[in-house]
């Protein structure tokens, strides 16, 4: 790796060139994210849907870690991309720093809770089918273990991303997918001498290929990459630097957290509805990523475009990106909602060909199409917000109407002919407002902020 040739200048030159450069690379990033559970799900759909629900629900407490993880990721990216921009060297590596040290302790505690609670928390969804909480339960335990290695390489990506390089994350998770990829089929279904361990295999392949993602990254930051002059990671906390990361942190976090406890809460109706709902809200989720995928890559990508920015005092140029980025998420929304409802069959027979699980899970995707643009811009609009430090807004937005998805889930599913189909439908009206409430927000903070006084 060249030292310093992957760093984007995000204060200077062309806007939506800048954008771009910068968004590709983390769109693939999170498609490699999006990989490993695709992969993942291929090779288990192979075992059929028991399997497929067992991974779907265990899955519930790695989506849920994702919260934890916003803790620190998102105040290390935002005051990382502002200390860069403000050209201020020993803040961004503070801030680096602590942002690890933070997750680092995180990771190790969220890994004892899974360990120790196991059985309660796959207990929880009471699928009243012992194979699959018994496959589930296996699966968390493994999983569990790589836990502090995933938690951490993803604020290293956002470390990387907030300096203004997208790419080196990209080629570093690049390697731990192609791992993960190889070692799918022989662990999930045997090779040779190598017996099949079923659900236990894709959880051993994607812990190793998550260690291996680890050590590259602290290799790339210590010894070869010219991200900071002389970066250390073991070294005394600032309480101040973590105290800020954290309280930008916790809002998304808050709300990442209730947002998965509710999917908890709406997977318990589904359980109603026996385990192949489940494995289809479990495939169908992991298609519209496609769509979230890549609005949120574009929306990181916009977050340090607006952090450095904001970070320099070039708030004129805040608002231009705003816009410019808004109009790319429009259309990524109107293509994604195209892909979902005319290719659903055909995207879903990818994972599960079990008739009724098509059945459902075309259901699924054609319904959840309807929201896609929506969700395309509050994901955007959000990433803006976050870039100038904002975090609490669209964070609390989100938490009300994901709140509202439980009265209504069961409202739509059992009191009107909707059954099922009401489910994936409160789903999609919940994303039709936040999409619109986010937008709107975020041009109320600009019309009502001093700095952006005559940058509109």
Known sequence: MNKGNDRINLIEGSII?????????????????????????????FLGSKAVAAVGIA???????????????????????????????????????????VIFIIGILYTVVLILFKESLIDFFNT???????????YLMII?????????????????????????????NATGLIINIILDPILILGFGPIPAFGVVGAAVATIFAQ?????????????????????????KPNIKSIETIVAMGMPPAIQ?????????????????????????????????????????????????FVGQNYGAGQFKRVVEGYKKAIGVAVLLGVFNSLLLFLGAKWLFMIFIREPLAIIQGV???????????????????????????????????????NALRIPL??????????????IWWTITISSIFKGIIVYIWFGMVVRRSPEFSNAI
């Open 17 to 45: 060139t800048n954008l771009l450069k910068m968004a590709i690379p983390i769109m693939g990033t999170s498609f490699m994210q999006m990989a490993y559970n695709m992969t993942d799900m291929i090779w288990i759909g």
């Open 409 to 422: 889930a069961y409202y739509l599913s059992t009191q009107t002919p909707l059954g099922l189909n009401g």
């Open 211 to 235: 260690f291996v993602v680890f050590l590259q990254f602290v290799y790339y930051i210590k010894f070869k990459h010219s991200l900071f002059h002389h970066f250390t990671f073991i070294k």
């Open 128 to 138: 009243r089918d012992a194979e699959v909480e018994l496959m589930s339960k296996a």
């Open 256 to 304: 990442s957290g209730l947002f998965t406890f509710i999917s908890m809460f709406i997977a318990r109706l589904i359980a109603d509805y026996g385990a192949t709902p489940i494995a289809v809200q479990k495939v169908g989720s992991q298609i519209e990523a496609i769509s979230w995928m890549t609005a949120g890559g574009f929306a990181v990508a916009l977050g340090a």
């Open 363 to 401: 259901d699924y995707l054609r319904i959840l199409a309807v929201s896609q643009l929506f969700m395309c811009i509050e994901i955007t609009a959000t990433g803006a917000l976050n870039g100038i430090g904002n975090t609490k807004p669209a964070a609390f937005i989100s938490i009300v109407f």
């Open 59 to 101: 899955g519930f407490y790695v989506w849920f870690s994702f919260a934890f993880i916003l803790i620190s990721k998102t105040g290390t990216e935002v005051k990382v991309a502002q200390a860069s921009g403000a050209n201020n060297e020993d803040a961004a590596e503070n801030y680096a720093r602590s942002g690890f040290q």
């Open 144 to 172: 569990a273990l790589g836990m502090v290695f995933s938690f951490s390489n993803q604020v290293f990506t956002g470390i990387f991303n907030g300096r203004g390089d997208s790419k080196s994350p990209f080629k570093v």
